[in-house]
T-cell receptor, first 110, second 113 residues
Framework: GEDVEQSLFLSVREGDSSVINCTYTDSSSTYLYWYKQEPGAGLQLLTYIFSNMDMKQDQRLTVLLNKKDKHLSLRIADTQTGDSAIYFCAESLRDDKIIFGKGTRLHILP | EAQVTQNPRYLITVTGKKLTVTCSQNMNHEYMSWYRQDPGLGLRQIYYSMNVEVTDKGDVPEGYKVSRKEKRNFPLILESPSPNQTSLYFC????????????FGPGTRLTVT
């Protein structure tokens, strides 16, 4: 069945890089996404990658996709306190249904 | 400003008392959906709507109803709420179901006692 897995917590020191990992099971994914949820707010699309790409960079964000291993990662360079949030990995399937992971809570240490 | 609004943001109610959570978007989006977010379970889709008068069940539709009489509004109805429906609810919209970006509302925290 369709499933998206990610670790629940990650602690990173301010200024270091954060790497949030995600694995998915459905090889027919068309897009893969990273959403950010700040406290008390809804989800906001952070970045996305089309399934035929293996990397996408956008300022401090780098998305890597290993389609063979069904592994997606989000790297945040120079992590700041404002990056503290829950990050959701998600995939869209061929029927356009979107499956979300359970979210990774990123905690920034001073 | 393009946005999805939900009301109320917080609601405490008792078992069996019918309630409606409203959702409205101002982006002329065709696709709208409702999710619930629970600790350890992530986001699960309750219902979705591809267009006016077209609604369909998501992964966890039991105990919920929806309607889509107008393009901008997609209310979530709990006819007889129960404590297991205590959750954080999000409405979302996108241009269509295949659109890569969904816009989420700010959430409604519902407690059923």
């Amino acid at each position: 069945g369709e499933d998206v897995e990610q670790s629940l917590f990650l602690s990173v020191r301010e200024g270091d890089s954060s790497v949030i990992n995600c694995t998915y099971t459905d090889s027919s994914s068309t897009y893969l996404y990273w959403y950010k949820q700040e406290p008390g707010a809804g989800l906001q699309l952070l970045t996305y990658i089309f399934s035929n790409m293996d990397m996408k960079q956008d300022q401090r964000l780098t998305v890597l996709l290993n389609k063979k291993d069904k592994h997606l990662s989000l790297r945040i360079a120079d992590t700041q306190t404002g990056d503290s949030a829950i990050y959701f990995c998600a995939e869209s399937l061929r029927d356009d249904k979107i499956i979300f992971g359970k979210g990774t809570r990123l905690h920034i240490l001073p | 400003e393009a946005q999805v609004t939900q009301n109320p943001r917080y609601l405490i109610t008792v078992t069996g008392k019918k309630l409606t959570v409203t959702c409205s978007q101002n982006m002329n989006h065709e696709y709208m959906s409702w999710y619930r977010q629970d600790p350890g379970l992530g986001l699960r889709q309750i219902y979705y709507s591809m267009n006016v008068e077209v609604t369909d069940k998501g992964d966890v539709p039991e105990g919920y109803k929806v309607s889509r009489k107008e393009k901008r509004n997609f209310p979530l109805i709990l006819e007889s709420p129960s404590p297991n429906q205590t959750s954080l609810y999000f409405c979302a919209s996108s241009l269509d179901r295949g659109s890569y970006e969904q816009y989420f509302g700010p959430g409604t925290r519902l407690t059923v006692t």
